[in-house]
């Protein structure tokens, strides 16, 4: 089965930190995404990866980066956490071009005072 | 961009109702899958189905890709199949688009 984690289950954040969310996906995939869900809104891609180091901007980057230095990791930065990134957050990965289905982890709640 | 519509947004059942849940979608796509938001907030796939008709269990799907729908089958619903439905479509390069979800709620 493939296994999608996250690192943490629940974060809370002041204003202002720098914020790291960690993936990791056990199944060799090629992409990696990050989404953001909130109540009306539903979910809405951040970033995606499709290969080691390389990385497309999503629908809502804004306030955002990612890395991805190892094909099984791919992290979320929030450089400047502010109150409206307060949200959860979604990893994702699939296989590739050949095969898009994909798996989610946790989830991560996020919630920056 | 492309448009995802599900419905209902909501359905409240009791235990061993039929349900079917709908997805519309704006364009052609690559692929569709359906799942299923549990109250913890993981979400677990149903079914990976750009076209045709799938069974697993209790629930079924069936994609219509030329007339841009999907459909999800709940038969026999259980108190462990409330949460929210979501319904991703693929229209390029592997990003899915999500639907706004069905949010179903099965009493006993």
């Known amino acids: 089965d493939v296994k999608v984690t996250q690192s943490s289950r629940y974060l809370v954040k002041r204003t202002g930190e720098k914020v790291f969310l960690e993936c990791v996906q056990d199944?060799?995939?090629?992409?990696m995404f990050w989404y953001r869900q909130d109540p009306g809104l539903g979910l809405r891609l951040i970033y995606f990866?499709?290969?080691?180091?390389?990385?497309e901007k999503g629908d809502i980057p804004e306030g955002y980066s990612v890395s991805r230095e190892k094909k099984e990791r791919f992290s979320l930065i929030l450089e400047s956490a502010s109150t409206n990134q307060t949200s959860m957050y979604l990893c994702a990965s699939s296989l590739g071009s050949l095969n898009t289905e994909a798996f989610f982890g946790q989830g991560t709640r996020l919630t920056v005072v | 961009g492309i448009q995802v519509e599900q419905s209902p947004p909501d359905l409240i059942l009791q235990e061993g109702a039929n349900s079917t849940l709908r997805c519309n979608f704006s364009?052609?796509?690559?692929?569709l899958q359906w799942f299923h938001q549990n109250p913890w907030g993981q979400l677990i796939n149903l079914f990976y189905i750009p076209s045709g008709t799938k069974q697993n269990g209790r629930l079924s799907a069936t994609t219509v890709a030329t007339e841009r729908y999907s459909l999800l089958y709940i038969s026999s619903s259980q108190t462990t199949d409330s949460g929210v439905y979501f319904c991703a479509v693929e229209p390029d390069t592997d990003k899915l688009i999500f639907g706004t979800g069905t949010r179903l709620q099965v009493f006993p």
């Open positions: 364009d052609s796509v690559n692929n």
């Open positions: 199944m060799d995939h090629e992409n």
């Open positions: 990866s499709y290969d080691v180091k390389m990385k």
